[in-house]
């Protein structure tokens, strides 16, 4: 495994490959001019994501959640031959978000989505956490990669720990946000130190 973001086919960024991830990316984030996202697929507990929205009323930071698994669901009315259930209902919060904030989280996000490469090596995922990242690079586009159940200190790791920062950031009253903020910012930018230190091939970066 190697600690970097694995390409896939735009799944939450317009393109989906699949009717369950074309219905989550519909479900979890129907705002679809985010500025980066990430979303978490858990095998046993419901989907969610977190995003940053940047036009009008102002930059927020947008956590979404499925209030109960939605795949068990897909999958069974795929079963019924285009039989249609209800679909669960998504808890959402928002929270503003400020300029040091936002412009940290971007220079990461991109930072770890330009370094994306294909594995040297095909593996099957079982039981775990699919994670899947998007983010808006001016000059380039729509980025997204992907990582499975990160192992602990990597930097795949970090980026999902930062994620999960950030959906609670979202979540906390505004009287915690800012010592969440402050952190957030600190670990962005010791994360991002660490993509920086290889060039997008993998080799040492140069000054």
């Known amino acids: 495994m190697t600690d970097h973001l694995r390409p896939e086919p735009g799944s939450f960024s317009q393109t989906a490959s699949s009717s369950y991830e074309l ?29 940053i929205h940047e036009k009008w009323p102002g930059p927020r930071v947008i956590a979404t959640r499925m209030e109960s698994m939605l795949w068990p669901i897909v999958r069974d009315a795929s079963r019924d031959m285009g039989g249609t259930r209800a679909l669960p209902s998504v808890e ?3 929270a503003p978000i400020e300029p040091p904030l936002l412009e940290a989280l971007k220079r990461l996000w991109n930072a770890a989505l330009l370094r994306t490469r294909f594995p040297p090596k095909a593996h099957v995922y079982l039981d775990g956490t699919s994670y899947h990242l998007g983010a808006f690079c001016r000059g380039v586009g729509s980025l997204t990669g992907r990582t499975w159940s990160p192992p602990p200190a990597s930097r795949m790791a ?10 609670r ?3 906390e009253p505004e009287e915690q946000r800012a010592s969440i903020a402050d952190a957030l910012i600190e670990e962005s930018a010791d994360l991002l130190q660490r993509f920086e230190s290889e060039d997008a091939f993998g080799g040492p970066a140069r000054g």
Do not use: C, H, Q
């Open 23 to 51: 219905e989550l990316a519909r479900l979890l984030i129907p705002n679809t001019s985010w500025t980066l996202l990430l979303v978490r697929m858990p095998s046993f507990t419901p989907e969610e994501a977190v995003y």
């Open 158 to 167: 970090g980026l999902v720990d930062i994620g999960e920062k950030l959906t």
């Open 92 to 94: 959402v919060v928002s």
């Open 169 to 171: 950031y979202a979540r």
